[in-house]
């Protein structure tokens, strides 16, 4: 099948049109066409190699709504015209200790991602959802909520789970009292699914500035981090903090601010963590964590409590033409809070 996309063809370069042959459809494969794509940070970092580990022609996006145009003869959850999701991964061993509990993300011999990934049965790459069309194994097809808002539900796949994962994990529901660090892609979902899950929700942020946006995001309280006095008033005061900050940046004033048990879960940040004080670690028996987005029946699980409550991230939709440009914006923080690809706007020819 052959199919339109955009695509990045080395690194730092402009995504420009281009053509593709997928491959012949499996018998437990489910192909669909692409009908939205949520624009995530990781694109730009895999465009630009920025983890050396991108192989070109890219392809990205790996926040994918679609609707079923054919299935394999073997596929049994999914019929043509079904609307249907795919998120970072495509296929995992399906065999180690992790994928068989349902953590297919920490699979022992690595997650297969959506785009610039090797196929495990022909070694072909991977290709993601600036696409026409996908292709993805029934495993790892999500079945989207009748009445789910479609133009936005895609970063959902990405961002929505990433921070929906160590909410689940760490237990968060009501009486719970939630910190996000960061109120980008990841902390404005982190803060709608909190406070969807019954937590009391505290935006920490460097300034006021954003203030009135972390409120009307259904915040209950913002704590400006640069205000030493209402930082050590709020000594001991969270469960659990999830940090969405994506560079490096210091620790030290975050984890005093844990309860006993709480956990400081990083979700943004790749690299090294520099100097990280064991006191208040150790005195309180808190934690410094991470998290990877999540698994398929987590993900799933995801999907029905965002259609059941109607949790929606804030987007921009946008036409494929503007995907250069969306990048650059996405650069500087000029997107409140997603850009989504209106995917008709991509031609079939």
Aim: aromatic residues 6%; negative net charge; charged residues 20%.
């Amino acid at each position: 099948m052959t199919t339109t996309a955009y695509a990045a063809t080395s690194r730092g370069a402009p995504l420009q049109p281009f053509t593709f042959e997928h491959r012949a459809l499996r018998n437990n494969d489910v192909a669909m066409e692409v009908l939205y794509c949520g624009v995530c940070h990781s694109d730009i970092h895999m465009v630009n190699n920025d983890w050396g580990n991108s192989s070109y022609p890219i392809v990205p996006g790996h926040e994918i709504i679609g609707r079923v145009t054919a299935v394999g003869p073997d596929v049994k959850k999914y019929a043509v015209g079904d609307t249907v999701a795919v998120g970072c991964m495509v296929d995992s061993c399906q065999e180690c200790d992790p994928c068989k509990q349902d953590d297919e993300q920490y699979c022992r011999e690595g997650f297969t991602p959506t785009y610039s990934g090797v196929d495990r049965v022909d070694g072909q790459l991977t290709h993601g959802g600036y696409a026409k069309q996908v292709i993805a194994r029934e495993e790892f097809v999500l079945r989207v909520p009748k009445g789910l808002d479609l133009s936005r539900a895609a970063p959902l796949l990405c961002a929505g789970i990433t921070t929906y994962s160590p909410l689940r994990h760490w237990n968060v529901g009501p009486g719970k009292r939630v910190g996000v660090i960061g109120l980008g892609g990841l902390g404005h979902m982190a803060v709608k699914l909190a406070v969807g899950m019954g937590a009391e929700v505290t935006v920490i942020s460097r300034s006021e500035n954003k203030k009135a946006d972390a409120l009307a995001l259904g915040a209950h309280k913002v704590l400006i981090s640069t205000d030493e006095k209402a930082m050590e008033q709020a000594a001991n005061s969270f469960d659990v903090i999830i940090d969405t900050v994506p560079s490096q940046h210091d620790l030290g004033p975050y984890t005093p601010l844990l309860d006993l048990n709480g956990a400081l879960v990083l979700v943004g940040q790749i690299g090294s963590l520099g100097d990280v004080s064991s006191v208040p670690l150790v005195m309180g028996r808190r934690q410094v964590a991470g998290s990877l987005i999540g698994g398929i029946a987590e993900t799933q699980e995801l999907l029905d409590l965002c259609g059941e409550k109607n949790i929606l991230p804030d987007c921009e939709i946008i036409s494929i033409n503007d995907i250069n440009d969306a990048y650059k914006r996405l650069e500087r923080g000029d997107v409140h809070y997603r850009f989504v690809i209106d995917m008709a706007s991509l031609p079939a020819e």
